[in-house]
């Protein structure tokens, strides 16, 4: 037991993610020391960055040790807030469609907030991790999105509104997969961790890599910011540390969960290109000013919105 923590998992993780922390901001330190006269801005961003996640951070694992509801209640407030910062950045101005998907994902969340949920005789045929709730969800989303402009009886810009309310639904219900791997048995609170430790080390080290070696831009019109050094450094991180973290899910070797990392590294890239594309082809910098130095929410749980169901999936077929 570390600092009165009960879960296994969660106290095995503590002193890591502390000592992780630690070392970020000693690095930061290091750098603003260094680069201070030829970097200011970039420093001062990386510090309001740092502060502003450190407490989020914290707030997520302490979450963690009271089970599924208190997990389920924070990444479902983050959910409802990137589904709101969405509709409001595409001006979605059909109040049905925004309905339609804020009833379902509110559903969503409650009852993954469940931690019984396989004990609930209505939802047996659910499966005892919620697969079955998660594939309801996605077709009453989609089913109830296309049925409004039906309801109204309209044709006019239907294509448009449709698509992107869809678009909006589907990451949002991406997302919810983190609250769903609190169902994955013996190694659910492990799993969360793990897919927290990845997106955190890996757009950490992708950064730092980045700063200091990136010469060669990744994609130059989606991020410009983003180079072959930074992201390479992101998934040898990841991949070492989910090397460290196998403890987290016992029942994968030291190289499964390797594998496993660096697997979810390159699926959090994506996740953090997919929506950057739909922020250049919206014309936005960031989705909302709602969290300093990273932008909106979407800006911050881009990589998660892919790390959370890929996660959630690929540990549910190799595992429970």
């Not at 450190?54 to 990444?75: C, D, H, N, Q, R």
């Not at 006019?156 to 309310?165: F, K, M, P």
């Not at 496993?260 to 290109?273: E, K, N």
Request: charged share 15%; net charge negative.
């Amino acid at each position: 037991m570390v600092l009165g923590i009960e879960d296994e998992a969660l106290a095995l993780a503590v002193p890591y993610v502390i000592g992780f922390m630690a070392s970020m901001y000693g690095l930061l330190i290091t750098f603003t020391a260094i680069r201070w006269k030829q970097s200011q801005d970039v420093i001062r961003n990386m510090w309001t960055r740092t502060i502003v996640a450190t407490p989020l951070l914290i707030l997520l694992f302490a979450s963690l040790e009271f089970g599924a509801p208190t997990w389920g209640f924070m990444v479902g407030i983050f959910a409802l807030g990137a589904h709101r910062e969405y509709c409001s950045a595409i001006e979605l101005e059909d109040k049905g469609m925004r309905m339609v998907g804020l009833v379902v994902l509110l559903t969503l969340i409650v009852l993954a907030m469940n931690p019984d949920l396989a004990e609930i005789e209505s939802l047996a045929w659910a499966g005892p991790h919620g697969a079955g709730v998660l594939a309801l969800a996605l077709f009453l989303g989609a089913f109830g999105t296309w049925a409004v402009p039906i309801v109204q009886d309209r044709s006019e810009n239907v294509t448009s509104d449709v698509g992107r309310a869809l678009i909006g639904f589907i990451l949002i219900w991406f997302f919810i997969h983190g609250i769903f791997l609190m169902h994955l048995g013996d190694i659910g609170v492990g799993a969360c961790i793990f897919a927290i430790v990845n997106v955190s080390i890996t757009d950490s080290f992708a950064l730092i890599f980045g700063r200091i070696f990136g010469k060669h831009s990744f994609r130059p019109i989606l991020s410009p910011k983003k180079t072959w050094e930074g992201v390479f450094g992101g998934v040898m991180m990841a991949a070492i540390a989910g090397y460290v973290c196998q403890p987290l899910l016992p029942t994968l070797s030291s190289v499964e969960t390797a594998c496993l990392g660096a697997s979810l590294a390159i699926i959090g890239t994506m996740g953090d290109l997919m929506l950057s594309a739909l922020k250049r082809d919206l014309q936005l910098k960031d989705w909302s000013q709602m969290l300093p130095g990273h932008g909106g929410i979407l800006d911050r749980v881009d990589s998660f919105i892919l790390v959370a169901p890929a996660t959630y999936w690929i540990l549910l077929t190799l595992v429970v």
